[in-house]
Each structure stands twice: as structure tokens, then as C-alpha cells.
């Protein structure tokens, strides 16, 4: 059976890290959440909600999430956008 998430699971599993690399190279991060854009009966459309100066600019990123594993967090999947 599946135990109701405490808040700050909630808050850890909803949240991302974003890295962005920039025209310039550089690299900058930001952060951003989870959020249930729309729900069409059982299908849900999951977007990333971020500021605009976190990804402005950017050639390429990293969506970098908190997953758990045997009720473990582990930080660090990565998804390239």
C-alpha cells in the first residue's frame, strides 16, 4: 500500500533543477516545478514552470530530477531539452 507523500516529499519530487548553456557559453541554473497544466478525463498534460531569466537565451539544457529507489532519494537524472 502507498503511503500519502509528506509536504516536503511533495516539494522534493515537484521540483527540478534547470541548467541552461548560453549563447555566450556560459552556464546558468535555475529552478522550476511541476505543475498539472491541463487534465482531459484521465489524462493529464504535466509542464515545467520556471522564470523567463532562468532559460532566456539558452542553446541547450538540463532537467535535472529527485527520484527515489527502494524509498531512497536520488538526485541527478538527467533530461536534455
Not at 13 to 27: D, G, L, P, W
Not at 69 to 81: C, D, P, R, T, V
Request: glycine share 10%; hydrophobic share 35%; proline share 1%.
Amino acid at each position: 500500500m502507498n503511503k500519502a507523500m509528506t509536504i516536503t516529499e511533495q516539494l522534493t519530487y515537484s521540483t527540478v533543477r534547470i541548467e541552461c548553456i548560453k549563447n555566450n557559453n556560459e552556464i546558468h541554473t535555475g529552478s522550476g516545478y511541476f505543475f498539472r497544466f491541463k487534465e482531459i478525463g484521465e489524462m493529464l498534460i504535466p509542464v515545467v514552470i520556471t522564470n523567463k531569466h532562468v532559460i532566456e537565451g539558452a542553446q541547450k539544457g538540463t532537467l535535472v530530477f529527485t527520484t527515489t529507489e527502494k524509498g531512497i532519494w536520488k538526485a541527478g537524472l538527467h533530461g536534455k531539452f
